[in-house]
């Protein structure tokens, strides 16, 4: 046996640091922006570098969807992105990025679960202690440490925002795992796009906030939405998927779960914020459990 990382876990990994980095662009952001509009402006600006890339990557040629697959990954943008992305911004205000690292533990249990039942996935022995090791390490480094800050004002809401994201999340991802595996990975990315945007439009439209639809006339941070849009949506989202495509959904959702490791270093490297002597130890179990999720037969 050796320890060896396929194109399907590096990419899941490769995405879980982009997404880091987009959520200190999005906690930033969400200080001007609300949840809704943040969500569907991104994903406007990410639809349209997707465009000119899906000619790019995969030719001019428009590939066969049966109506199940298209169902299937306009539904899961719609869920996973349209609605869970705002629920997500909306937990990220409210409880900060540090509780938020924690609560994304609890979503590769979710897809690990849905992948067993409907996936008929399983782990091997190896891999199982690798899920507790990347568990344990993300709590251990990610939990504010007592006294550090103050409790949110909205603790309870931030966290039912938080555990609703997380599961439709799980879901969307498994819904659309067969499509990944059997169709262009652009192509579906923009079928999901197109699910979450026209999800936001009608949520709007239902809520009677189509105007948050549209850019703020003055103050609106293009540039610092662009960059975030790139690496943290178009990046992140690309390598997400293509992590689920090329390896089994319960193993990229493990290792997705190192997106709340970057967040502690990259916030230590380039916010300043502290490295605890906790915060170690839980890089290590984490880089350790990675390992053992890495390892093939």
């Not at 990410?46 to 306009?74: C, D, E, K």
């Not at 782990?123 to 199982?128: E, W």
């Not at 652009?186 to 999901?192: E, M």
């Not at 103050?219 to 998927?241: D, E, H, N, S, T």
Request: a positive charge; proline letters at 5%.
């Amino acid at each position: 046996m050796a320890v060896t990382a396929g194109f399907g876990e590096l990419c899941s990994i490769l995405s879980a640091l982009a997404w880091a980095i987009g959520v200190m662009f999005y906690r930033q952001l969400g200080a001007t922006l609300p949840p809704l509009q943040l969500n569907f402006l991104k994903n406007l600006l990410v639809m349209a570098m997707l465009l000119p890339a899906i000619p790019l990557l995969h030719g001019l040629a428009i590939p066969s969807f049966s109506a199940w697959q298209i169902f299937a990954a306009l539904g899961s943008g719609l869920l996973g992105i349209g609605i869970a992305d705002t629920l997500y911004f909306r937990a990220l205000n409210e409880l900060g990025a540090g509780r938020m690292g924690v609560l994304g533990n609890f979503y590769s249990p979710f897809v690990i679960v849905l992948g067993y039942v409907f996936l008929d996935e399983h782990l091997l022995p190896v891999q199982l202690l690798g899920f507790a090791l990347v568990s344990l390490g993300v709590w251990i480094a990610a939990w504010p440490r007592r006294g550090a800050a103050a409790r949110p004002a909205h603790a309870l809401r931030g966290l039912a925002y938080a555990l609703l994201a997380i599961i439709l999340m799980a879901v969307s991802i498994v819904l659309v795992k067969r499509v990944l595996e059997a169709q262009p990975l652009l192509w579906v990315t923009g079928l999901r796009l197109l699910g979450a945007l026209a999800g936001l439009a009608v949520i709007a439209w239902l809520r009677g906030e189509t105007a948050q639809l549209t850019p703020p006339r003055v103050g609106m941070p293009w540039r610092k939405l662009a960059v975030a849009a790139f690496i943290g949506q178009f990046l992140a989202m690309v390598l997400w998927l293509a992590g689920y495509k090329f390896t089994q959904a319960s193993v990229a959702a493990i290792l997705n779960e190192t997106a709340s490791i970057f967040i502690l270093l990259l916030a230590a490297v380039w916010l300043k914020e502290p490295l605890t002597r906790r915060a170690v130890v839980g890089v290590v179990l984490t880089l350790t459990g990675v390992s053992c999720m890495l390892w093939v037969r």
